[in-house]
């Protein structure tokens, strides 16, 4: 059911039927994202949070 459903495996699929990329590529692709968003996750848990002072810092664009 997952896989007539999801628009990830529904591009996947097409991308192996069409010779775009072969299995291993997009298993390959799918570890690489994994580790960048894991390191994201764990940066975002353990950085400290920012000082309350700029808070409102950086938001406008002087045009």
Do not use: H
Not at 28 to 46: G, H, N, P
Request: negative net charge.
């Amino acid at each position: 059911m997952r896989e007539e459903y999801d628009p990830i495996e529904q591009v996947k699929k097409r991308l192996i039927e069409t010779g775009a990329a072969s299995e291993d590529e997009l298993k390959k692709m799918d570890a690489e994202i994994r580790v960048i968003v894991t390191e994201a996750a764990e940066f975002a848990q353990s950085d400290p949070e920012p000082d309350p002072a700029e808070l409102w810092t950086d938001i406008y664009v002087n045009a």
